[in-house]
């Protein structure tokens, strides 16, 4: 999911933690734990879906229409299947760190 969000500082003089606050961190939340309900790897919101380019989009599947808690309109939901194995990736050789110090 995609949206704003307000960053703030948390905490005392010895111990400050980040916290975010909108209803946008709370969606992308449930999404993550939604992947488990939908036994897949990556769930996206319609949000994120229509960023894509129609390329991308064309390798997505809608997955469900469905109303978070706390909601006020439906989302759909996209995964995109991946074949693990089948993606080649390009390491970068490795530079000498000699003498960089």
């Known amino acids: 999911h995609s949206g704003w969000a307000i960053e703030g500082a948390i905490g005392s003089e010895f111990k400050v933690d980040a916290s975010y ?3 946008n961190v709370k969606l992308a939340n449930n999404l993550e734990s939604a992947t488990q309900v939908y036994n897949v790897s990556i769930l996206m919101s319609n949000t994120v879906f ?5 390329g991308m989009r064309r390798q997505c599947r809608q997955v469900d229409h469905v109303l978070f808690a706390g909601a006020s309109s439906p989302l759909k939901l ?3 299947d991946l074949e693990y194995a089948r993606i080649k990736v390009q ?3 490795k530079r000498p760190t000699a003498g960089r110090f």
């Not at 229509?50 to 129609?54: N, R």
């Open 21 to 23: 606050l909108s209803p």
């Open 50 to 54: 229509f960023d894509m380019s129609l």
């Open 78 to 80: 996209y995964t995109i």
């Open 91 to 93: 390491l970068e050789p």
